[in-house]
């Protein structure tokens, strides 16, 4: 079980690596602007996480993280006009490291102090804000806060969690099945286009 | 008196989520947007003192703070178009706050360190960075480096504390004038729209 | 030979100091706003380091570095239209702070986990990242990841560094070496403009 996370948020680190390095590239960055963007999309939530609750960073003891990272980063620099066409893959490994960085950061929380709402609160920084930094230095409002569906995914995770948890027949199976529940939303949300409303639909018009 | 200095946190804080959100409905953010610059707009100043002193965020340990900041950006989602109509209480409220946040940022700075000049700015990154980092995530030059007149405010409050200090007679309620200064600065420089000058009035024209 | 560190990193914290304030200053920002950018270009990589090691940052006891950066700020702010005219002393000392500021955080990453690859990124945020705070804070997308030479000039200090520890006879000298060469790289792509490429060469027109 403890391999199948680490392969999953491989997976996921590759995912945001990618799409951070492509974000980069469409900024007309610098080969060297568009590794850090890789970076931190890849690593910026964990950072936040540990940041906040006043631990070293993890990446500063993972070289093969770090190792990863700059692979991922290199390729989509070299293959950059290909990455849409391996747009499928690429959001599957991304939502599926949207649901693994939720469950760890979530976990992490709750084994420092056993608080669920910070808890959640630390799960949805672990999956989301490596996404909000990168936006930030590419000098644009973060997109998770406008249209797409990533902290909601944690939403509807956090409470299925909550759920199972009741069941003592699958109850051992909860980090797993709030991996797939967001997993599953984030995927439908980006093949149906969903999002949430705007805060100001009373006004708009 | 350290019930006092609750109340008015406690109204800093709803005051401050209510600017973030607002802020962010202007910018036409969805509900999660909204309420994460809430959030970070009422938490990122503490978030980053407690961050440059090496200490896990207070935050994570305090739900009821969490609970009160989301409350305050539903409100505020739901009464958007209200919020103008409140604005002198909630210009109130902010001052407050800044006062509050000020000189409670600049005693846990002093307790740390002991050192004034550097108590000084955690006081005033407690007070304003919040503000600044909101900007920073709506993609604007924080409203504090060009106009507002916050961080002068605890300028003006650190030098009267200070002053105070050495009146015996009223010493011991340093803590409570020195938010007063700050608070009467803020809402004055408010009420008659005074700002600092730009640095290059020398090359305007 | 701590002496001559202490220098060049005074040296350099003045030049980050005067360039982010001169960045300001051409934002059009208040007084209060140029000291800020000044501050956080200064310490900002140092502060970043630190955060990510989970220390406490340097500044907080550091007051004489808090002033030498307000010194820095005011004189900026005063003598604003002369500093073009002192660009290359300014431009040294910032190649300067570069080699020093890597280096320093470099030994720190060395000091505290060994290893190599964590250490450089380190060392490479500790020179170049105030610089990154300071274009997010002035709402532009990071020159450091669009054309200017810096990380690479880390990079190659990196490289340089390693091959003299296999030269016995030159070993001892290898951080003065390392800071040397990062210095010449820096002041060399300065003069002659150069730049990494984009990293979407293969799309432009």
Redesign the interface.
Known sequence: MENLYKIISILGTVAFSISG?YA???????????I??AFVTAVGGG?LR????????R?????AL??IILVSAIIA?LF??WIPKVDIPLQIFDALGLGCFYVLGYQR?IS??N????SF??GTCTACAGG?IRD???????V????EIY??ACLIGFFTFYQIKKISSIESYSNQITIFVIFVVRILSWKFGL??????T???N
């Open positions: 390095a980069g590239i469409q900024k007309r960055l610098d080969w060297f602007g568009v850090v963007i950072t540990d940041v906040f609750l006043g631990k070293p960073v990446w500063i003891h993972d070289e770090i190792f620099i950059a006009t929380g420092e102090n608080e669920v709402l910070s609160l630390l909000v930030v230095l590419l000098n644009e409002i973060p998770l806060f406008r249209k902290a909601t999002s949430l409303p705007q805060a100001n009373n006004k708009s």
